[in-house]
């Protein structure tokens, strides 16, 4: 592998790109511009550029075949006819529609902004906190396993991936390269780390002599960098995301084992307890499992808009394939030199787009509010001649008998903008319970609540305020999983020729199939299903399986079946 071969990025003309972009200053939030975004001044190189890239990316989400332009970070791509309509309040497209453009515009409503790079994107502070809130569960959780927080170098030298290179040859194209400091190239190029297998185990066999050493679990939250050159989708597919990366090591393989589970239900948790997106655990194939380890287990949602399975979360057993490579050996009990039992495990910023892509509607986002950093907002409804004063005391009062229970509450009390206007723009920001507080509510002592998931309005007592309000976000955050497993299910074909998994992947089904088994047939599979929209492969095989009779033929060979594996497009 020589680095020329590979992606070198470093110096100053992306600086420069950005500073142009930041002088723009086409957002605006008043009222009268609101009906005219991005449209009062003519546009900039560098936003035609962005707004170019945009189009390119949104294709991502609906799964389209498009790829980024490989010459430079401005992107680019085939051009498209501009399909946005400026409607001013709510989005320009509908979900079923135009499922691309509507994910885009979702995101842009406040959770990302779109960068000059290529597949990068700025996390603002409404999806960083979802983050945030999602990294305390997690980060708690692994602590009670005695899992340590670490931090390892974003660089990595190139001897140590040379030494990793049979795992690393099929990766090698994504990695990103440091090639010059300044005007002068470096010495040896630095790779940026794409995971940190080959940071991290050189250390773990200095650090693990004796059994006493063992298990060693570390965990470190960073970001990764993977120049992919497909689809960049917002959270789904980016060029730099976020992500936690557990790395351990066991001196017996039933440890390893056991972890590997146990961290799978915590990645199962953050999905269906947290963002309300159902998944299924199961055992990747031998043609998707992590190609450096034992066997790959995975959390896999599905997407119905789109008919794609989405890999939410992987936990690998690396077994000792990475011991031998970095001689990460220990003395054991009886003196003998003896290899560890490795595994690793991650999940990433992506669970943000998953739950997005799955709850969104018409209006915007909605959140779970389990992840909601508001999770309600209080507007006050004032009348021409009403107790204005009173109104505004009422919505403060209600804020802070919230915030004092616990719950995440805020006002706006702007007073340039309507009360009509406001609650869009909290639809579309996803927030999961509104409050009205009006002259009637003032005159009766209540307020009027409205449900973002389903759009259900009640008058509540004051008294009651908080009791009312917990149970309404604790009914939300269960109809909104509840609303979509049963979207899912709907989704799931069980087939059994080849003419029904046909006929299935045409019509977006989640397909759960007899299989042999065999990497021949799910390679044959891909090439035979490769087109326009991609290839259909395993997502994984359920732990929970059906039962398989006697008999019972793989829908791709004819052999025998000999398990129940989930099959789709994916993204
Ligand atoms: C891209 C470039 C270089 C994925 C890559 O899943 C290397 C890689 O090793 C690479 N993309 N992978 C597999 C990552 C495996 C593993 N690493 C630790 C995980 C969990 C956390």
Redesign the pocket.
Known sequence: MSPNTWLAIIGGSSVRNLAKVSQRGFTSYNVSSQFARCCSSPPSSAHRRLERRKRVEMAGASGKKEKVDKAGPSGGGKKKKDVKKETGLGLSVKKDENFGEWYSEVCKHEMIEYYDISGCYILRPWSMAIWEIMQTFFDAEIKKMKVKNCYFPLFVSPGVLEKEKD??EG?AP??AWVTKSGKSDLEVPIAIR????TVMYPYYSKWIRGHRDLPLKLNQWCNVV?WEFSNPTPFIRSREFLWQ???TAFATKEEADEEVLQILELYRRIYEEYLAVPVVKGMKSENEK?A?GLYTTSVEAFIPNTGRGVQGA?S?CLGQNFAKMFEINYENEKGETAMVWQN???YSTRTIGVMIMTHGDDKGLILPPKVASVQVVVIPVPYKDANTQGIFDACTATVSALSEAGIRAEEDLRDNYSPGWKYSNWEMKGVPLRIEIGPRDLENDQVRTVRRDNGVKEDIPRGSLVEHVKELLEKIQQNMYEVAKQKREACVEEIRTWDEFISALNQKKLILAPWCDEEEVERDVKARTKGETGAAKTLCSPFEQPELPEGTLCFASGKPAKKWTYWGRSY
Do not use: D, L, Y
């Open positions: 795992h690393i990766f994504e990695v794409p995971t940190s297998e993977r990366e557990g790395h992590f450096g992987t690998h690793s495990w991650a």
